[in-house]
Protein backbone atom coordinates (compact mmCIF):
# COMPACT_ATOMS: atom_id res chain seq x y z
CA UNK A 1 0.00 0.00 0.00
CA UNK A 2 1.65 3.33 -1.28
CA UNK A 3 1.37 6.38 1.51
CA UNK A 4 -0.44 8.40 -1.58
CA UNK A 5 -1.76 7.20 -4.61
CA UNK A 6 -2.19 10.17 -7.13
CA UNK A 7 -4.77 10.77 -10.27
CA UNK A 8 -6.70 13.19 -12.39
CA UNK A 9 -9.62 11.71 -13.77
CA UNK A 10 -9.40 12.70 -17.47
CA UNK A 11 -9.83 9.54 -19.47
CA UNK A 12 -9.41 9.91 -23.22
CA UNK A 13 -11.28 7.12 -24.53
CA UNK A 14 -14.39 8.24 -22.97
CA UNK A 15 -14.21 11.36 -24.62
CA UNK A 16 -15.32 11.35 -28.39
CA UNK A 17 -13.75 14.37 -29.71
CA UNK A 18 -10.51 14.06 -27.70
CA UNK A 19 -10.44 10.05 -29.36
CA UNK A 20 -10.52 12.70 -32.89
CA UNK A 21 -7.64 14.64 -31.98
CA UNK A 22 -5.56 12.06 -30.17
CA UNK A 23 -2.96 13.97 -28.90
CA UNK A 24 -2.66 13.34 -25.17
CA UNK A 25 -0.12 14.79 -22.94
CA UNK A 26 1.26 13.80 -19.42
CA UNK A 27 -0.39 15.31 -16.54
CA UNK A 28 2.53 16.91 -15.53
CA UNK A 29 0.52 19.04 -12.32
CA UNK A 30 0.39 15.35 -10.35
CA UNK A 31 3.69 14.14 -11.47
CA UNK A 32 5.42 17.46 -10.38
CA UNK A 33 4.17 15.71 -6.71
CA UNK A 34 4.98 12.12 -7.31
CA UNK A 35 8.54 13.44 -7.88
CA UNK A 36 8.70 15.91 -5.07
CA UNK A 37 6.96 13.31 -2.69
CA UNK A 38 9.23 10.53 -3.65
CA UNK A 39 12.28 12.66 -3.13
CA UNK A 40 10.87 13.31 0.71
CA UNK A 41 10.89 9.48 0.94
CA UNK A 42 6.97 8.62 0.56
CA UNK A 43 6.27 5.77 -1.54
CA UNK A 44 4.03 7.35 -3.79
CA UNK A 45 1.91 5.68 -7.28
CA UNK A 46 0.01 7.07 -10.08
CA UNK A 47 -3.17 6.19 -11.33
CA UNK A 48 -2.85 7.67 -14.78
CA UNK A 49 -6.59 7.74 -16.10
CA UNK A 50 -5.60 8.83 -19.96
CA UNK A 51 -6.03 5.68 -21.72
CA UNK A 52 -7.27 3.83 -18.70
CA UNK A 53 -11.34 3.86 -17.78
CA UNK A 54 -13.58 4.30 -14.25
CA UNK A 55 -14.27 0.83 -14.18
CA UNK A 56 -10.68 -0.07 -13.78
CA UNK A 57 -9.65 2.83 -11.59
CA UNK A 58 -13.22 2.21 -9.29
CA UNK A 59 -12.06 -1.63 -8.87
CA UNK A 60 -8.31 -0.39 -7.91
CA UNK A 61 -9.78 2.03 -5.50
CA UNK A 62 -12.25 -1.06 -4.02
CA UNK A 63 -9.56 -4.09 -4.03
CA UNK A 64 -6.46 -1.89 -2.65
CA UNK A 65 -5.91 -1.43 0.76
CA UNK A 66 -7.01 1.94 0.93
CA UNK A 67 -4.31 4.85 2.10
CA UNK A 68 -4.28 8.73 0.75
CA UNK A 69 -5.66 9.11 -2.27
CA UNK A 70 -4.75 13.27 -4.38
CA UNK A 71 -6.76 13.80 -7.35
CA UNK A 72 -6.46 16.59 -9.85
CA UNK A 73 -9.04 18.57 -10.90
CA UNK A 74 -9.65 20.54 -14.03
CA UNK A 75 -12.80 22.46 -15.33
CA UNK A 76 -13.57 19.46 -17.48
CA UNK A 77 -13.23 16.82 -15.52
CA UNK A 78 -15.42 18.57 -12.44
CA UNK A 79 -18.22 15.30 -12.62
CA UNK A 80 -15.73 12.34 -13.11
CA UNK A 81 -13.73 13.88 -10.00
CA UNK A 82 -17.00 13.94 -7.59
CA UNK A 83 -17.18 10.08 -8.92
CA UNK A 84 -14.30 9.32 -8.08
CA UNK A 85 -14.10 10.69 -4.70
CA UNK A 86 -17.36 9.02 -3.78
CA UNK A 87 -16.01 5.70 -4.86
CA UNK A 88 -13.27 6.25 -2.98
CA UNK A 89 -14.45 7.50 -0.22
CA UNK A 90 -16.87 4.54 0.07
CA UNK A 91 -13.74 2.31 0.17
CA UNK A 92 -11.89 4.09 3.09
CA UNK A 93 -9.46 6.59 1.43
CA UNK A 94 -8.66 9.98 2.89
CA UNK A 95 -8.90 12.21 -0.41
CA UNK A 96 -7.64 15.20 -1.30
CA UNK A 97 -8.13 17.05 -4.47
CA UNK A 98 -5.72 19.63 -5.99
CA UNK A 99 -5.09 21.77 -9.50
CA UNK A 100 -7.57 24.91 -10.88
CA UNK A 101 -10.76 23.82 -10.57
CA UNK A 102 -11.24 22.77 -6.52
CA UNK A 103 -9.60 25.80 -5.45
CA UNK A 104 -12.26 27.81 -7.21
CA UNK A 105 -15.18 25.50 -5.58
CA UNK A 106 -13.50 24.24 -1.97
CA UNK A 107 -16.66 23.92 -0.56
CA UNK A 108 -18.60 21.63 -2.89
CA UNK A 109 -15.59 19.59 -3.37
CA UNK A 110 -15.44 19.38 0.36
CA UNK A 111 -19.23 18.66 1.01
CA UNK A 112 -18.66 16.04 -2.15
CA UNK A 113 -16.32 14.12 0.29
CA UNK A 114 -12.62 15.42 -0.03
CA UNK A 115 -11.10 15.63 3.30
CA UNK A 116 -9.24 18.30 1.82
CA UNK A 117 -8.97 20.96 -0.81
CA UNK A 118 -5.28 22.19 -1.54
CA UNK A 119 -4.84 25.94 -2.85
CA UNK A 120 -1.96 26.70 -5.11
CA UNK A 121 0.72 24.44 -5.89
CA UNK A 122 0.74 21.48 -4.03
CA UNK A 123 4.19 20.00 -3.57
CA UNK A 124 4.75 21.40 0.12
CA UNK A 125 1.03 21.24 1.32
CA UNK A 126 1.20 17.60 0.14
CA UNK A 127 4.49 16.90 2.24
CA UNK A 128 2.69 18.64 5.64
CA UNK A 129 -0.65 16.86 5.31
CA UNK A 130 0.53 13.07 4.26
CA UNK A 131 2.98 13.65 7.61
CA UNK A 132 0.22 14.91 9.57
CA UNK A 133 -2.10 12.01 8.42
CA UNK A 134 0.78 9.81 9.08
CA UNK A 135 1.43 10.90 12.19
CA UNK A 136 -1.81 12.37 14.11
CA UNK A 137 -3.55 10.61 17.03
CA UNK A 138 -6.30 13.36 17.24
CA UNK A 139 -9.00 11.23 15.70
CA UNK A 140 -11.29 14.40 14.89
CA UNK A 141 -8.09 16.14 13.34
CA UNK A 142 -9.72 20.04 14.10
CA UNK A 143 -6.71 20.94 16.06
CA UNK A 144 -3.90 19.98 13.26
CA UNK A 145 -6.78 20.17 10.64
CA UNK A 146 -6.22 24.23 10.93
CA UNK A 147 -2.36 24.54 10.98
CA UNK A 148 -1.98 23.67 7.50
CA UNK A 149 -1.77 26.29 5.33
CA UNK A 150 -2.86 26.24 1.37
CA UNK A 151 -5.64 23.55 2.69
CA UNK A 152 -9.78 24.18 3.09
CA UNK A 153 -11.34 21.20 5.27
CA UNK A 154 -14.76 20.62 7.02
CA UNK A 155 -14.87 20.03 10.73
CA UNK A 156 -16.55 17.77 12.45
CA UNK A 157 -19.77 19.24 12.66
CA UNK A 158 -19.42 20.14 9.00
CA UNK A 159 -18.59 23.95 9.22
CA UNK A 160 -16.14 25.44 5.98
CA UNK A 161 -11.93 26.55 6.98
CA UNK A 162 -10.15 28.18 4.72
CA UNK A 163 -6.34 28.28 6.27
CA UNK A 164 -4.09 31.21 4.78
CA UNK A 165 -2.41 30.44 1.96
CA UNK A 166 1.63 29.01 1.59
CA UNK A 167 3.87 30.65 0.24
CA UNK A 168 5.31 29.75 -3.30
CA UNK A 169 8.38 27.46 -4.41
CA UNK A 170 11.08 29.54 -4.18
CA UNK A 171 13.75 28.09 -6.67
CA UNK A 172 11.79 25.75 -9.11
CA UNK A 173 15.87 24.54 -10.28
CA UNK A 174 15.85 22.83 -7.03
CA UNK A 175 12.82 20.95 -7.64
CA UNK A 176 13.22 17.47 -9.58
CA UNK A 177 11.58 16.96 -12.94
CA UNK A 178 7.98 15.60 -12.80
CA UNK A 179 8.34 11.69 -12.21
CA UNK A 180 7.33 10.47 -15.73
CA UNK A 181 8.70 7.46 -14.88
CA UNK A 182 5.76 6.59 -12.61
CA UNK A 183 3.75 6.74 -16.26
CA UNK A 184 3.76 4.78 -19.26
CA UNK A 185 5.16 7.67 -21.12
CA UNK A 186 6.32 5.98 -24.48
CA UNK A 187 2.30 4.80 -24.88
CA UNK A 188 1.69 9.02 -25.15
CA UNK A 189 4.66 9.54 -27.23
CA UNK A 190 3.44 6.31 -29.27
CA UNK A 191 -0.23 7.80 -29.46
CA UNK A 192 0.99 10.60 -30.79
CA UNK A 193 3.24 8.82 -33.36
CA UNK A 194 0.48 6.49 -34.75
CA UNK A 195 -2.06 9.04 -35.35
CA UNK A 196 0.18 12.10 -36.28
CA UNK A 197 3.13 9.74 -37.60
CA UNK A 198 5.32 12.07 -34.74
CA UNK A 199 5.66 11.60 -31.03
CA UNK A 200 5.18 14.56 -28.74
CA UNK A 201 6.48 15.38 -25.35
CA UNK A 202 5.19 18.53 -22.89
CA UNK A 203 7.46 20.26 -20.26
CA UNK A 204 6.81 23.54 -18.83
CA UNK A 205 9.80 25.86 -18.58
CA UNK A 206 7.90 28.38 -15.89
CA UNK A 207 5.39 28.36 -13.49
CA UNK A 208 2.35 31.52 -13.50
CA UNK A 209 1.68 34.30 -15.61
CA UNK A 210 1.55 37.83 -14.38
CA UNK A 211 -1.30 39.10 -17.25
CA UNK A 212 -4.58 39.82 -16.26
CA UNK A 213 -7.03 38.36 -19.22
CA UNK A 214 -10.53 38.48 -17.65
CA UNK A 215 -11.77 35.06 -18.62
CA UNK A 216 -8.22 33.52 -17.39
CA UNK A 217 -8.22 31.33 -14.39
CA UNK A 218 -5.18 32.47 -11.96
CA UNK A 219 -6.46 30.05 -9.47
CA UNK A 220 -3.17 28.05 -8.62
CA UNK A 221 -0.18 30.82 -9.59
CA UNK A 222 -1.72 33.89 -8.99
CA UNK A 223 -0.40 36.74 -10.86
CA UNK A 224 3.02 35.78 -10.19
CA UNK A 225 5.71 34.13 -12.97
CA UNK A 226 8.27 32.11 -11.97
CA UNK A 227 10.87 30.86 -14.10
CA UNK A 228 13.53 27.70 -14.41
CA UNK A 229 16.75 28.34 -15.56
CA UNK A 230 17.35 27.70 -18.97
CA UNK A 231 20.28 25.24 -18.47
CA UNK A 232 17.96 23.13 -15.99
CA UNK A 233 15.37 22.93 -18.91
CA UNK A 234 17.91 22.00 -21.63
CA UNK A 235 19.24 19.67 -19.18
CA UNK A 236 15.34 18.08 -18.73
CA UNK A 237 15.04 18.33 -22.34
CA UNK A 238 18.14 16.62 -23.53
CA UNK A 239 17.00 13.79 -20.86
CA UNK A 240 13.88 13.96 -22.92
CA UNK A 241 15.30 13.59 -26.12
CA UNK A 242 17.23 10.20 -25.43
CA UNK A 243 15.17 8.39 -23.36
CA UNK A 244 11.79 9.40 -25.32
CA UNK A 245 13.08 10.13 -28.85
CA UNK A 246 10.05 12.25 -29.48
CA UNK A 247 9.65 13.92 -32.83
CA UNK A 248 8.43 16.86 -31.92
CA UNK A 249 7.58 19.09 -28.27
CA UNK A 250 5.16 21.30 -26.93
CA UNK A 251 6.12 24.00 -24.51
CA UNK A 252 3.36 23.73 -21.51
CA UNK A 253 4.24 26.81 -20.46
CA UNK A 254 1.04 29.61 -20.52
CA UNK A 255 3.57 32.33 -22.39
CA UNK A 256 6.26 30.88 -23.81
CA UNK A 257 8.42 33.86 -24.68
CA UNK A 258 7.30 36.32 -21.51
CA UNK A 259 11.17 37.31 -20.86
CA UNK A 260 13.45 37.79 -23.68
CA UNK A 261 16.61 37.44 -22.02
CA UNK A 262 15.42 33.68 -20.88
CA UNK A 263 14.91 32.82 -24.32
CA UNK A 264 17.91 34.34 -25.50
CA UNK A 265 20.39 32.19 -22.72
CA UNK A 266 18.23 29.42 -23.30
CA UNK A 267 18.77 29.27 -27.01
CA UNK A 268 22.60 29.74 -27.12
CA UNK A 269 22.69 26.70 -24.71
CA UNK A 270 20.51 24.86 -27.15
CA UNK A 271 23.29 25.96 -29.58
CA UNK A 272 26.06 24.78 -27.38
CA UNK A 273 24.82 21.52 -27.18
CA UNK A 274 23.98 21.05 -30.70
CA UNK A 275 20.36 20.81 -29.76
CA UNK A 276 17.23 20.84 -31.40
CA UNK A 277 13.57 19.91 -32.08
CA UNK A 278 10.47 20.73 -33.54
CA UNK A 279 8.38 22.23 -31.18
CA UNK A 280 5.10 24.19 -30.49
CA UNK A 281 3.99 26.86 -27.79
CA UNK A 282 1.71 29.23 -26.62
CA UNK A 283 2.39 32.83 -26.66
CA UNK A 284 1.06 36.92 -26.66
CA UNK A 285 1.63 39.38 -29.95
CA UNK A 286 3.15 41.49 -27.37
CA UNK A 287 6.35 39.61 -26.52
CA UNK A 288 6.62 38.64 -30.23
CA UNK A 289 9.44 40.31 -32.19
CA UNK A 290 11.70 39.67 -35.18
CA UNK A 291 14.29 38.63 -32.81
CA UNK A 292 12.40 36.28 -31.05
CA UNK A 293 10.84 35.10 -34.12
CA UNK A 294 13.79 34.37 -35.19
CA UNK A 295 15.56 32.89 -31.96
CA UNK A 296 11.95 30.61 -32.49
CA UNK A 297 12.55 29.63 -35.78
CA UNK A 298 16.34 28.58 -35.14
CA UNK A 299 14.63 26.30 -31.91
CA UNK A 300 12.48 24.76 -34.38
CA UNK A 301 9.11 26.17 -33.62
CA UNK A 302 7.00 25.02 -35.86
CA UNK A 303 3.95 26.55 -34.16
CA UNK A 304 2.85 29.40 -32.58
CA UNK A 305 -0.14 29.84 -30.95
CA UNK A 306 -1.26 33.29 -30.56
CA UNK A 307 -4.57 34.10 -28.23
CA UNK A 308 -6.17 36.91 -30.78
CA UNK A 309 -9.35 36.55 -29.14
CA UNK A 310 -11.38 39.34 -30.69
CA UNK A 311 -10.88 41.51 -33.88
CA UNK A 312 -12.38 44.84 -32.33
CA UNK A 313 -9.86 46.68 -30.15
CA UNK A 314 -13.04 47.72 -27.91
CA UNK A 315 -13.62 43.87 -26.97
CA UNK A 316 -9.31 43.26 -26.47
CA UNK A 317 -9.72 46.30 -24.29
CA UNK A 318 -12.35 45.20 -22.19
CA UNK A 319 -10.84 41.96 -21.93
CA UNK A 320 -7.93 43.72 -20.54
CA UNK A 321 -5.91 41.67 -22.83
CA UNK A 322 -3.12 44.40 -22.98
CA UNK A 323 -2.49 43.47 -26.77
CA UNK A 324 -3.21 45.97 -29.87
CA UNK A 325 -5.14 43.63 -32.89
CA UNK A 326 -2.29 45.41 -35.20
CA UNK A 327 0.24 43.10 -32.88
CA UNK A 328 -1.43 40.09 -33.82
CA UNK A 329 -1.10 40.91 -37.34
CA UNK A 330 1.94 41.65 -37.02
CA UNK A 331 2.84 38.68 -35.11
CA UNK A 332 1.44 36.39 -37.83
CA UNK A 333 2.99 38.03 -40.17
CA UNK A 334 6.68 38.07 -38.91
CA UNK A 335 6.18 34.05 -38.16
CA UNK A 336 4.96 33.56 -42.26
CA UNK A 337 8.13 35.20 -43.20
CA UNK A 338 10.24 32.49 -41.10
CA UNK A 339 7.81 29.29 -41.95
CA UNK A 340 6.33 29.41 -38.52
CA UNK A 341 2.94 27.89 -38.82
CA UNK A 342 0.48 30.61 -36.72
CA UNK A 343 -2.65 29.50 -34.58
CA UNK A 344 -5.12 31.73 -33.56
CA UNK A 345 -7.58 31.34 -29.96
CA UNK A 346 -10.73 33.64 -30.65
CA UNK A 347 -13.64 34.18 -28.67
CA UNK A 348 -17.52 34.85 -29.35
CA UNK A 349 -19.93 36.55 -27.05
CA UNK A 350 -18.04 38.36 -24.39
CA UNK A 351 -19.47 40.98 -22.51
CA UNK A 352 -20.72 44.02 -24.40
CA UNK A 353 -19.57 42.02 -27.99
CA UNK A 354 -21.82 43.49 -30.64
CA UNK A 355 -22.34 42.66 -34.13
CA UNK A 356 -19.80 45.29 -35.39
CA UNK A 357 -17.08 43.63 -33.09
CA UNK A 358 -18.18 40.16 -34.79
CA UNK A 359 -17.67 41.80 -38.11
CA UNK A 360 -14.27 43.62 -36.44
CA UNK A 361 -13.09 39.83 -36.03
CA UNK A 362 -14.18 38.46 -39.65
CA UNK A 363 -12.41 41.19 -40.97
CA UNK A 364 -9.32 40.93 -38.89
CA UNK A 365 -8.77 36.19 -39.33
CA UNK A 366 -9.49 37.26 -43.40
CA UNK A 367 -6.70 39.67 -43.47
CA UNK A 368 -4.70 38.60 -41.19
CA UNK A 369 -4.65 35.06 -42.74
CA UNK A 370 -2.86 32.35 -39.68
CA UNK A 371 -2.82 29.11 -40.66
CA UNK A 372 -5.25 27.70 -37.87
CA UNK A 373 -7.65 29.15 -35.72
CA UNK A 374 -10.08 28.06 -33.03
CA UNK A 375 -13.16 29.30 -31.74
CA UNK A 376 -15.03 29.31 -28.77
CA UNK A 377 -18.03 30.69 -26.95
CA UNK A 378 -16.92 32.67 -23.79
CA UNK A 379 -17.61 30.96 -20.54
CA UNK A 380 -16.77 32.34 -17.13
CA UNK A 381 -14.52 30.07 -15.23
CA UNK A 382 -14.76 30.82 -11.30
CA UNK A 383 -12.54 32.95 -9.61
CA UNK A 384 -11.99 35.40 -12.68
CA UNK A 385 -12.83 39.12 -13.19
CA UNK A 386 -15.03 37.84 -15.87
CA UNK A 387 -16.98 35.75 -13.72
CA UNK A 388 -17.74 38.20 -10.89
CA UNK A 389 -18.69 40.66 -14.11
CA UNK A 390 -21.52 38.28 -15.22
CA UNK A 391 -22.45 36.29 -11.58
CA UNK A 392 -25.73 38.19 -11.25
CA UNK A 393 -26.54 36.64 -14.84
CA UNK A 394 -25.47 32.88 -14.75
CA UNK A 395 -27.87 30.34 -14.93
CA UNK A 396 -26.86 26.83 -14.17
CA UNK A 397 -29.17 24.41 -15.89
CA UNK A 398 -27.84 20.93 -14.62
CA UNK A 399 -26.32 19.98 -10.72
CA UNK A 400 -22.86 21.21 -9.69
CA UNK A 401 -21.38 18.00 -9.82
CA UNK A 402 -22.44 17.19 -13.10
CA UNK A 403 -21.47 19.92 -15.40
CA UNK A 404 -19.01 22.46 -15.96
CA UNK A 405 -17.89 26.05 -15.50
CA UNK A 406 -18.33 25.94 -19.54
CA UNK A 407 -21.97 24.98 -19.36
CA UNK A 408 -22.99 27.52 -17.11
CA UNK A 409 -25.82 29.78 -19.35
CA UNK A 410 -25.19 33.98 -19.35
CA UNK A 411 -28.88 35.22 -19.12
CA UNK A 412 -29.79 37.69 -21.75
CA UNK A 413 -26.67 37.01 -24.24
CA UNK A 414 -27.31 35.68 -27.67
CA UNK A 415 -27.87 32.35 -28.73
CA UNK A 416 -25.53 29.35 -28.96
CA UNK A 417 -27.50 29.44 -32.97
CA UNK A 418 -26.28 33.31 -32.93
CA UNK A 419 -22.95 32.57 -32.30
CA UNK A 420 -23.03 29.41 -34.43
CA UNK A 421 -24.00 31.53 -37.51
CA UNK A 422 -21.24 34.36 -36.29
CA UNK A 423 -18.63 31.22 -36.60
CA UNK A 424 -20.09 29.70 -39.77
CA UNK A 425 -19.68 33.29 -41.15
CA UNK A 426 -15.98 33.74 -40.64
CA UNK A 427 -15.48 30.36 -41.99
CA UNK A 428 -16.94 31.22 -45.00
CA UNK A 429 -15.36 34.58 -45.14
CA UNK A 430 -11.75 33.12 -44.70
CA UNK A 431 -12.40 30.62 -47.46
CA UNK A 432 -13.65 32.93 -49.91
CA UNK A 433 -10.90 35.22 -49.10
CA UNK A 434 -8.30 32.04 -49.74
CA UNK A 435 -9.82 31.00 -52.79
CA UNK A 436 -10.81 34.28 -54.32
CA UNK A 437 -6.87 34.70 -54.11
CA UNK A 438 -5.97 32.04 -56.44
CA UNK A 439 -6.21 33.57 -60.41
CA UNK A 440 -7.19 30.09 -61.42
CA UNK A 441 -10.07 29.87 -58.89
CA UNK A 442 -13.14 28.20 -59.98
CA UNK A 443 -15.53 31.03 -60.92
CA UNK A 444 -18.70 28.27 -59.53
CA UNK A 445 -17.19 27.54 -56.32
CA UNK A 446 -16.16 31.05 -55.51
CA UNK A 447 -20.15 31.47 -56.39
CA UNK A 448 -21.10 28.64 -53.71
CA UNK A 449 -19.06 30.17 -51.15
CA UNK A 450 -20.88 33.78 -51.56
CA UNK A 451 -24.16 32.28 -51.13
CA UNK A 452 -22.64 30.58 -48.02
CA UNK A 453 -21.78 33.98 -46.63
CA UNK A 454 -24.45 35.26 -47.59
CA UNK A 455 -26.88 32.35 -45.90
CA UNK A 456 -24.72 32.61 -42.73
CA UNK A 457 -24.93 36.54 -42.75
CA UNK A 458 -28.99 35.99 -43.06
CA UNK A 459 -29.04 33.26 -40.11
CA UNK A 460 -27.23 35.72 -37.96
CA UNK A 461 -29.32 38.67 -38.79
CA UNK A 462 -32.07 35.91 -38.07
CA UNK A 463 -31.10 34.92 -34.69
CA UNK A 464 -29.84 38.62 -33.00
CA UNK A 465 -32.48 38.93 -30.99
CA UNK A 466 -32.59 35.22 -29.75
CA UNK A 467 -31.36 35.12 -25.95
CA UNK A 468 -29.58 32.34 -23.60
CA UNK A 469 -31.36 31.10 -20.78
C1 LIG B 1 -1.16 22.23 -20.72
C2 LIG B 1 -2.57 22.68 -20.49
C3 LIG B 1 -3.60 22.00 -21.13
C4 LIG B 1 -3.38 20.77 -21.96
C5 LIG B 1 -3.46 19.58 -20.99
C6 LIG B 1 -2.42 18.55 -21.26
C7 LIG B 1 -1.88 18.01 -20.01
N1 LIG B 1 -2.15 16.78 -19.77
O1 LIG B 1 -1.21 18.72 -19.29
C8 LIG B 1 -4.60 20.80 -22.92
C9 LIG B 1 -4.31 21.63 -24.16
C10 LIG B 1 -5.11 19.44 -23.38
C11 LIG B 1 -5.56 21.59 -22.07
C12 LIG B 1 -6.89 21.54 -22.25
C13 LIG B 1 -7.78 22.25 -21.49
N2 LIG B 1 -7.48 23.19 -20.58
CO1 LIG B 1 -5.70 23.57 -19.98
N3 LIG B 1 -4.03 24.16 -19.40
C14 LIG B 1 -2.83 23.75 -19.62
C15 LIG B 1 -1.82 24.66 -18.89
C16 LIG B 1 -1.35 25.74 -19.87
C17 LIG B 1 -0.60 24.01 -18.28
C18 LIG B 1 -0.89 22.82 -17.37
C19 LIG B 1 0.39 22.45 -16.66
O2 LIG B 1 1.09 21.56 -17.08
N4 LIG B 1 0.74 23.20 -15.59
C20 LIG B 1 1.94 23.01 -14.84
C21 LIG B 1 1.68 22.24 -13.54
C22 LIG B 1 2.95 22.08 -12.77
O3 LIG B 1 0.75 23.01 -12.79
P1 LIG B 1 -0.62 22.38 -12.29
O4 LIG B 1 -1.12 21.38 -13.26
O5 LIG B 1 -1.52 23.47 -11.93
O6 LIG B 1 -0.23 21.57 -10.95
C23 LIG B 1 0.10 22.19 -9.71
C24 LIG B 1 -1.10 22.55 -8.84
O7 LIG B 1 -2.30 22.69 -9.55
C25 LIG B 1 -1.18 21.48 -7.80
N5 LIG B 1 -1.89 20.24 -8.12
C26 LIG B 1 -2.12 19.67 -9.30
N6 LIG B 1 -2.73 18.48 -9.15
C27 LIG B 1 -2.89 18.27 -7.85
C28 LIG B 1 -3.44 17.20 -7.15
C29 LIG B 1 -3.46 17.25 -5.76
C30 LIG B 1 -4.03 16.10 -5.01
C31 LIG B 1 -2.93 18.37 -5.08
C32 LIG B 1 -2.97 18.42 -3.62
C33 LIG B 1 -2.38 19.45 -5.78
C34 LIG B 1 -2.36 19.39 -7.16
O8 LIG B 1 0.19 21.14 -7.63
C35 LIG B 1 0.83 21.12 -8.93
C36 LIG B 1 2.30 21.39 -8.77
O9 LIG B 1 2.52 22.54 -8.01
C37 LIG B 1 -2.75 25.25 -17.78
C38 LIG B 1 -2.34 26.58 -17.24
C39 LIG B 1 -1.21 26.41 -16.24
N7 LIG B 1 -0.22 27.20 -16.37
O10 LIG B 1 -1.22 25.55 -15.38
C40 LIG B 1 -4.11 25.29 -18.49
C41 LIG B 1 -5.39 25.14 -17.67
C42 LIG B 1 -5.19 24.06 -16.65
N8 LIG B 1 -6.36 24.69 -18.66
C43 LIG B 1 -7.54 25.18 -18.51
C44 LIG B 1 -8.66 24.91 -19.32
C45 LIG B 1 -9.89 25.78 -19.12
C46 LIG B 1 -8.60 23.89 -20.26
C47 LIG B 1 -9.77 23.42 -21.15
C48 LIG B 1 -11.10 23.31 -20.47
C49 LIG B 1 -9.80 24.34 -22.37
C50 LIG B 1 -10.96 24.06 -23.32
N9 LIG B 1 -11.77 25.07 -23.50
O11 LIG B 1 -11.08 23.00 -23.84
C51 LIG B 1 -9.24 22.06 -21.62
C52 LIG B 1 -9.68 20.90 -20.71
C53 LIG B 1 -9.07 19.58 -21.15
C54 LIG B 1 -9.56 18.40 -20.37
N10 LIG B 1 -10.42 17.61 -20.98
O12 LIG B 1 -9.18 18.21 -19.24
C55 LIG B 1 -7.59 26.12 -17.31
C56 LIG B 1 -8.26 25.41 -16.12
C57 LIG B 1 -9.21 26.28 -15.36
C58 LIG B 1 -9.95 25.49 -14.33
N11 LIG B 1 -10.54 26.18 -13.39
O13 LIG B 1 -9.99 24.30 -14.33
C59 LIG B 1 -6.06 26.44 -17.11
C60 LIG B 1 -5.66 26.75 -15.67
C61 LIG B 1 -5.77 27.64 -18.06
C62 LIG B 1 -6.28 28.95 -17.56
N12 LIG B 1 -5.40 29.77 -17.03
O14 LIG B 1 -7.46 29.26 -17.61
N13 LIG B 1 -4.91 22.32 -21.13
S1 LIG C 1 -4.72 34.35 -21.28
FE1 LIG C 1 -2.54 33.92 -21.39
S2 LIG C 1 -1.57 35.94 -21.22
FE2 LIG C 1 -3.66 36.21 -20.53
S3 LIG C 1 -3.52 35.96 -18.31
FE3 LIG C 1 -4.03 33.94 -19.19
S4 LIG C 1 -2.12 32.87 -19.47
FE4 LIG C 1 -1.67 35.06 -19.16
Known amino acids: MPDLLLTHGYFLYEDP ?42 RHLQTEKPSVLGIYANLMTRSNVVEIIRVAREAGWHIIVGGPEPGAYAQEFLESGADFVVFGEGEATMQELLTALHDSTDSSGNIWKAKVAGTA ?39 WRSHHQQGSVNFITARGCPYK ?43 FTINHEWIRKYAAEMRRRNLHIPFECISRA ?31 DAMDRGVKVEQVQRAVEMSRVRKIQSGMFLMWGYEGEEMEDIEATIRHVRTT ?59 DEVQFAKVSEDPAADSELLQD ?16 SEVEA
Open 369 to 427: KPDIFFTTVSYPIKGTPYYQQVQNKLVQLKPWAQSSDREIKIAGRHSRAYYAHADKLLR
Open 286 to 316: DRLNEEMLDLLAELGCFRIWIGSESGSQRLL
Open 153 to 191: YLDDEGTFHQNPPRAQIADLDAQPWPAREAIDLHRYVDT
Open 213 to 255: CRWCSHQVYGQTHRRRSPVKVVDELEWLLTEYTPDIAWVSDDV
Open 17 to 58: KEMQIMKPYAPLGILYLCSHLRRQGFDVEVFDTTFSNRESLF
Open 449 to 464: LRINIRASREGLLATQ
